[in-house]
Every structure is written in C-alpha cells, then in structure tokens.
C-alpha cells in the first residue's frame, strides 16, 4: 500500500486500519465474510497481512472468526446491545466524576470545542457529522480520566454500540436533547462539579439507549 509509505506505519498496521474504516463506515455489512482475495487485491498487498489484520480486528471485537469459514464483521442482537447501554451507563458515571476531579483548562478547551462544532452540525442537521463528533466527545471526557482500564472498557462498549447503530437506527431527529445533555456535560466537568458531572453522563447515556429504541420503533413502523 502507498499510504505504509507515505506515513512510515507497518504495513499490517495500515491494512488493519483500511479494513476497520471499511468495517465502521458501513462499506462491509454486518455478517459479511471477509473475501482475502478480494481484499488483498483491492488493497494490494499479499494474504499475509490481510490474516494479521483479521486477527487483530477479531481480538478488538469487530470481526468473527469461524473455523474453516473464515472471518466475519460481527453481529450485534438488540439484546446485547441492550446489555451494552447498561454497561455503558455506570461507565459514564464513573467517567464524569473522574474527569471533573481530573480536568486540565486544556481539556476543558478541547470539549468546547467539539461541543462548538457538534452545535453548528445540529444546526445544520448533518447527523452523520455530529454524530462523528459526539463519539469524540465521549472519548475525551473519559481520556480525562486517565484511568487506562476505564479507557479499555469504554472503547470496547462503543464499538459494540456503534456496529448496532450502522443498521440505521440513527437519524436527524432528537440531538437538539443530546447536545444540550452535551453541554450540562460540559459546563459541571468545567466546573469540578464531580456529582453533577456523573450525574449528566450516565443520564445522557440512558437517555442514548431510550433514543436508540424509539428511533428503532419508528423505522420499523412501531
């Protein structure tokens, strides 16, 4: 690949990253097998690394592999996924109150600034942009933490959430609510305000799973 070239990472590790883009974006379905052949030849490089890259993507949860079949893009149940937002939840309280004891000025600055451009995404009802964001807003609150297992923890549930959310349980509607959960986020992390910024973390976090049922309702004609 002329991108390994270009920014000096192994090669394997450029594969990985192609393969995982193609896996989030959407541009290899859920449940689909993973042709080497095909993807050695689009990406010009031998089946060796391809199988690393699979592998690797298999450990971080995004890909299965079935013996004798082969590699697939994992699959999530709404009742895992379920499970997930459970989950989820007392990992943002916990990621509140540790970022508000922990934040730099610096930090703070950053979330403004996603906050900032999640607000002009909203108003311009680019969903697929805000929501881009929101995931890195998320990310940044619980790097604040500088706990490395609660960073371990949290990345694993939000690619479980997100492989789900690609079936197109997203849209448009209510992130006039999220940001401004967004931003009361924000505001008690600024503050130093531990209990309110856990509080507003795990709050927002359930009211994601709510979001997420009443859109998956309404696509389906609930």
Known sequence: MDEAKKTGLPLQAMVRDRIEHMILSGELKAGEHLNE????????????????ATR????????TIM?????FVREISLEDVLHVYDVRAGLASVAGR????????????ELQDLWDRMEAARIERDSDAYYELNRQFHARIVEMTGNPKLIEFHEATERDVFLFLRRGVTGPTRIDTSNRQHKEMLDAIASGDEQAAAKAFERHVVAGKQRMLDTLVSNTGG
């Open 56 to 63: 690797s993507l298999a450990d971080a949860g995004l890909l």
């Open 37 to 52: 052949n095909a993807l050695a030849a689009e990406l010009n490089v031998s089946r060796g690394p391809i199988r690393e």
């Open 67 to 71: 013996r004798n079949r082969g590699a």
């Open 98 to 109: 540790l970022a508000a004891l922990r934040a730099t000025p610096e930090g703070v600055a």
